[in-house]
């Protein structure tokens, strides 16, 4: 499995640290109730098929990733820097 | 079907023409007082333990491959009940000594072999965290021992003691541990639950699952509707697919997890050994091939196959530990898809929807577990209280927090497991 940086271009797996499924961005706020946290850490859609992971490139520019990816085929559909799908909203 | 030595040399003699299946391959009726979906160990074993202790009738088992093709028959094989945590420790227990009862309960040859199993340790924290176990395990009633370097040196004399990484200080050994032909336990439940009545239904994709009133009143499949007041989902890998039809989100990741076998060799290795510290454990089955594994490639996938950088690295360690075995050429690896919970352990409890039950997040453990989650499963199903051994498998304890068992001590969230 090869991920394109966006920075760095196309790198070995070894060089990035999987981080889980892309919930990280939609964080709750810190009022909100239990289910709604409970939901964020520990409830996944899990998908079989196209899925969106948060990498992070540990033996590269350190950038935060979010990977369109196939679980089934391990293919690579697209890598989005996450500060850019923050900013995007 | 029953074996006997004379039946197979008559057999052999007559072009083995007289065999004859194991179970009936059902078709699907209208209705049922249960289903199963999932025709995996833990499924065909639920099937079993409601017939045979809760005299359920009619019961179906709807399997969407062909039954025990999945994690059960892709496994490491190991059986153990090495566990620290109340929850686990009572739960694994409980499972052991069905396995040892398993072959005269099921009439069948599950080559259930207790070799022993090695657990090493490299340090005195270690050590220290060693003991801590095998006291807990020999308080709920198993068997551990401590194993100096002596005591190794006799019995595993091929380990590198000296490495330079992890130098070899002592293991601890659980002499009831060890390995069992993982496909034969499949087929001993699948013949054992046919024969009281379950129907065993193969090729029959469950597509959606019907509630109504906050109930469940059966499942949609590839071979029409069947209707059912209680439901139970044991499929695994594919629990989220399943439990979404039912509009639940599940604590669950999928992920692969690899393993990988050898050409055959004579016996050398006459235990299960686990090398903690490398991600790597290794046994060789009674065909002769060494058998191993490490850890989880640790990205979610359903694709039941791995990369390469895991291969690497599970070679590495047992490179590292048993240099002996760097001329055997590895002859296949696989992967399976293991149900990840946030803290390591299983799910075996009711849903928000009635008569609807799971039994998954068994991570990468399931082998060993499945009579016990069968008995608990089972019982859970027919009298809907939960089984005393597997009372703390709740579903809810994530949302609570009360009952965790992370039983690494590495945190409940996922993908640290």
């Known amino acids: 499995m090869r991920i394109t940086c966006p920075i760095c271009g196309a790198r070995d797996r ?76 | 079907m029953r074996f006997s030595g004379l039946r197979v040399l008559r057999e052999g003699l007559r072009g083995n023409r007289g065999w004859r299946p194991h179970w009936r391959d059902a078709s699907p009726r209208p209705a049922y007082d249960a289903i199963i979906i999932g025709g995996g160990g833990h499924g065909l074993a639920t099937a079993y333990y409601l017939a045979k202790k809760h005299g359920a009738q009619r019961i ?36 052991l000594k069905l396995w040892e009862g398993m072959e005269e309960e099921l009439n069948y040859n599950v080559m259930h072999s207790q070799r ?57 050994l659980q002499r009831r541990a060890g390995t069992a032909r993982h496909d034969a336990v499949a087929w001993g439940y699948a013949r054992a639950a046919s024969d009281l009545g379950v129907d065993l239904i193969q090729n029959c994709e469950v597509t959606g699952v019907d509630v109504k009133d906050g109930a469940v009143r059966g499942v949609q499949t590839t071979r029409g509707a069947i209707a059912a007041p209680k439901v139970g989902i044991i499929v695994a890998g594919r629990s989220s697919q399943v439990a979404a039809m039912a509009g639940m989100r599940l604590p669950i990741e999928s992920h692969v997890l690899q ?37 989880l490639d640790f990205y979610a996938s359903y694709a039941a196959r791995g990369n ?20 055997a050429k590895v002859l296949r690896s696989w992967g399976g898809i293991m149900d990840m919970t946030p803290d390591g352990s299983p799910i075996i409890d009711r849903t928000s929807v009635e008569g609807l039950y799971v039994d998954c997040g068994w991570c990468y453990g399931g082998f060993k577990a499945v009579p016990a989650s069968g008995d608990c499963m089972a019982h859970l199903m027919a009298l809907d209280r939960p089984h005393e051994a597997a009372k703390r498998f709740r579903l809810d304890r994530f949302r609570t927090g009360r009952g965790l068992m992370d039983e690494e001590g590495t945190g409940s969230q996922h993908n640290l497991h």
Request: charged share 20%; aromatic share 10%.
């Open chain 2, 259 to 295: 393993a990988f076998v050898t050409e055959g060799l004579k016996p050398c290795l006459d235990h299960v050994i686990s090398f903690g510290m490398g991600h790597f454990y290794i046994s060789q089955s009674d065909k002769g091939g060494l058998v191993f594994g490490g850890d």
């Open chain 1, 14 to 89: 070894r060089e990035f640290y999987y981080m889980g499924a892309a919930v990280a961005l939609d964080r709750p706020v810190p009022e909100a109730d239990a289910a709604a946290w409970n939901a964020y850490i520990h409830e996944r859609d899990n998908p079989a098929g196209l899925t969106r992971d948060l990498w992070y490139h540990e033996a590269g520019c350190g950038a935060w990733l979010v990977v369109t990816r196939d679980t089934i085929s391990h293919e690579v559909h697209g890598v989005t820097l996450a500060s850019d799908m923050r900013a995007g909203g």
């Open chain 2, 60 to 95: 179906a088992v709807l399997e969407k491959g062909y039954l025990g093709g999945g994690n059960i028959g892709r496994n490491t094989t190991i059986v153990r009940a090495n566990y620290l945590l109340p929850g686990n420790s009572e739960f694994y227990s409980h499972s």
């Open chain 2, 308 to 327: 390469l950088p895991m291969a690497e690295h599970v070679m590495e360690a047992g490179m590292t530990l048993m240099p002996m075995i760097g001329k």
């Open chain 2, 116 to 172: 022993g199993q090695i657990v090493l340790f490299h340090d005195d924290g270690q050590r220290d965290a060693a003991i801590r176990r095998g006291n807990a395990m020999r308080n709920q009633g198993d068997d551990a021992e401590l194993l100096s370097v002596a005591d190794l040196r006799r019995m595993v004399p091929y380990l590198d003691y000296d490495q330079a990484r992890f130098p070899i200080r002592g293991g601890l």
